[in-house]
């Protein structure tokens, strides 16, 4: 009795509001975890912003204002959806597609996205020389967020719905911990894991878990570093791309890992900090950190590099039909994928493995 009892309880959290706080244990096949979910949402948020920023060519690129807090984009998300009595209640514990366009739909009415830009004409400085008058053009983008108190009227919230979302509110670290969940894997990257060799050694199998365990949640960003132990909490915040050398350069958009960035945050956290291939200086520092192999001989865990170094991943393990996994950060995926070798043309071992 008393086990019915409790049974029947979590039923109805879950298909509460509160459902959401159970949204990385829902696995159905087309389900992502929560962070990932947040990170589609990043993607097209990111595709708008290129789109404005890539329209012409600017001296100056300025971004004024911030974001919605995620937290509270949950918080109305959850009470919008799963606090509805109308026939387009869903529970929220399920992150597939309609849900996502869903959360998508409620963080674009959280955030208004415009765009100005300035032109200043630069007379001729010196009229007894060439004529060296110029055009100014400053683009500047500005972000309104709204907030979850502005929400209730907007969407007329009943009382019940209200109340929901403030009492979500109060739940902020249990809502922080789920937007940075690194035990919870979509499917991709479970499968990875499954098809891991059993012999697999620890610390082998640790960096392939770390590795799978930002799949699918972490944007791409030219220059993008951490040695964070854990979830970085500048992951999908809007920042400036201050490294050179790439087309976004001096664009905005959120922040993630660049490829080594990305190798370098694995091996830190399955390291528990000990160890990172190349001690930060790049794809070119990993790969000299490490023992030429034979493709033949990959294991789990190794580094695969494109030509000249100018990409780099991390061996997941095989396929069902024998072909070798790469984990990486990618900037033509904008993020971080499994994907099968190609383009990757050398692989070697880190001295972690001591040779083994």
């Known amino acids: 009795m008393i086990l019915l009892i409790y049974m029947l309880l979590v039923a109805a959290v879950v298909a509460s509001p509160f459902g959401i706080l159970f949204a990385n244990e829902a696995t159905p096949p087309d389900a992502v975890p929560l962070s990932a979910a947040i990170a589609q949402i990043n993607y097209d948020f990111n595709a708008r912003l290129e789109e404005l920023q890539d329209a012409d060519t600017y001296d100056n690129i300025t971004v004024e204002g911030s974001t919605a807090d995620w937290i509270e984009v949950l918080a109305v998300f959850a009470a919008k959806v799963a606090g509805s009595d109308g026939e ?47 055009t100014e053009r400053n683009l500047t983008i500005t972000l309104t967020p709204r907030t979850a108190a502005d929400m209730p ?38 499968e990875v894991l ?22 699918g949640k972490v944007t791409y ?13 500048r992951w999908g915040t809007l920042q400036k791309v201050w490294a050179d050398g790439n087309s976004t350069s001096g664009t905005y958009r959120p922040y993630g890992l660049d490829c080594s960035g990305f190798v370098d945050w694995v091996f830190y956290n399955a390291t528990d900090g000990a160890y990172y291939p190349g001690h930060g200086g790049g794809a070119t520092m990993q790969h000299r950190d490490c023992s030429p192999i034979l493709w033949a001989d990959a294991m789990p865990g190794d580094l695969v590099f494109y030509p000249g170094d100018s990409h780099v991943g991390i061996v997941g393990g095989r396929d069902e039909d024998d072909e070798l996994l790469i984990i990486h950060c990618a900037s033509s995926t904008n993020g971080t994928v499994v994907t099968g070798v190609r383009g990757f043309t050398s692989i070697g071992r880190p001295t972690f493995y001591g040779g083994h």
Not at 194 to 215: F, G, K, N
Not at 224 to 231: D, E, I, Q, R
């Open 88 to 134: 387009d209640a869903a529970d929220v514990v399920t992150m597939d597609a309609d849900r996502i366009e869903r959360l998508k739909a409620v963080f674009w009415d959280m955030n208004e996205l415009a765009s100005e830009v300035e032109t200043i004409e630069h007379t001729d400085s010196d009229l007894s020389d060439g004529d060296d008058s110029w």
């Open 153 to 190: 009227s907007v969407y007329g919230f009943s009382s019940q719905q209200t109340e929901a979302m403030t009492e979500l509110l109060a739940e902020r670290a249990m809502l922080t911990e789920l937007v940075g969940s690194l035990t919870a894997y979509n499917v991709e990257a479970s």
């Open 194 to 215: 499954r098809r891991l060799p059993s012999d697999l050694s620890a610390e082998r199998r640790a960096v392939v878990e770390t590795a799978c365990s930002l799949v």
């Open 221 to 233: 960003f030219w220059g993008g570093k951490s040695l964070v132990l854990g979830w970085d909490s």
